[in-house]
């Protein structure tokens, strides 16, 4: 069972050039959230997903976008690299509520993107 | 905006000692988590708190949620070379059935033996 799968692991960019970073998870799992953590610090939402089509912001979305199309699937673009965008990012997904609790977030094991 | 205070931000302990982390918040939430971080990995959890006041142990883990849903403790027994690592509080609210997590800024432990 692969859980959450994130590619590439590392990435360079130069200033102005675009990427999507790739998220795929196979729990079939409703859930889906992408996520920066720089250096020292705590991870914070870029944006979440409550199910295929749906997308919404988190605490830091600008610079960012992302698409929903299917369950499986949650990919993350930078359109315009700016170097505060130099960060690790984490992907995440998990299931609905089950008898009343919410459930834990899996983390995939990040891509490591350097933007000179 | 959320914020959770998370302390000490580094600790350097022997093997066997045991080991006290705390994390507070301005705001109050549904679900109290930590988790640990290797290097090069993402998060993984360690303990989940539901209820104000609860207590749970994981193995030589124990986590309190505290009594205003502001604040919980981590501690670490009998700590093993394995324990090294990064350990995060989070604060989770339930937004349109998704699970909005805030982190704190982690406390980084590193064991000599």
């Known amino acids: 069972n692969a859980g959450v799968t994130q590619t590439p692991k590392f990435r360079i960019l130069k200033i102005g050039q675009s990427m999507t970073l790739q998220c795929t998870q196979d729990?079939?799992?409703?859930?889906m959230y992408w996520y920066r953590q720089d250096p020292g610090m705590g991870l914070k939402l870029i944006y979440y997903s409550v199910g295929a089509g749906i997308t919404d912001k988190g605490e830091v979305p600008n610079g960012y976008n992302v698409s929903r199309s299917t369950t499986e699937d949650f990919p993350l673009r930078l359109e315009l690299a700016a170097p505060s965008q130099t960060s690790v990012y984490f992907c995440?997904?998990?299931?609905?509520?089950?008898?009343?609790?919410?459930?834990?977030?899996?983390f995939g094991d990040g891509t490591r993107l350097s933007i000179l | 905006g959320q914020q959770l205070n998370q302390s000490p931000q580094s600790m350097f302990i022997q093997e066997g000692e045991d080991v006290s982390m705390n994390c507070t918040s301005s705001?109050?939430?549904?679900?109290w988590l930590w988790y640990k971080q290797d290097p090069g990995e993402g998060p993984v959890l360690l303990i989940a708190?539901?209820?104000?006041?609860e207590l749970t142990s994981n193995g030589r883990l124990t986590a309190q949620f505290g009594i205003t849903r502001k604040d919980s403790f981590l501690n670490i027994s009998a700590s093993i070379p394995s324990d090294v690592g990064i350990y995060f509080c989070a604060g989770q609210d339930n937004i349109q059935g998704a699970q909005k997590l805030v982190f704190g800024q982690g406390t980084r432990l590193t064991i000599n033996p």
């Open positions: 705001s109050i939430f549904n679900t």
């Open positions: 729990m079939n799992h409703n859930y």
């Open positions: 708190l539901y209820k104000a006041g």
């Open positions: 995440a997904s998990s299931q609905a509520l089950i008898q009343g609790r919410d459930q834990p977030q899996h």
